[in-house]
């Protein structure tokens, strides 16, 4: 797997590392929002900086 985080290019090759990114990618999967969700969200973040 080739992943590109903020600053380089990382390439994953051991099935511990895959299998941590897997995990790491569906704990933050669960935690995502979408349509309806997000925009209220997205609109308490604004509304906050006002």
Do not use: Q
């Not at 990382?10 to 995990?23: G, H, K, Q, S, T």
């Not at 935690?31 to 900086?49: K, S």
């Amino acid at each position: 797997m080739r992943t590109r985080p903020l600053t380089a290019s990382i390439n994953v090759r051991r099935p511990r590392e895959l299998a941590d990114y897997a995990r790491a990618f569906t704990a933050l999967a669960k935690l995502a929002v979408h349509g309806d969700a997000a925009r209220t969200r997205i609109r308490a973040a604004i509304d906050a900086l006002e």
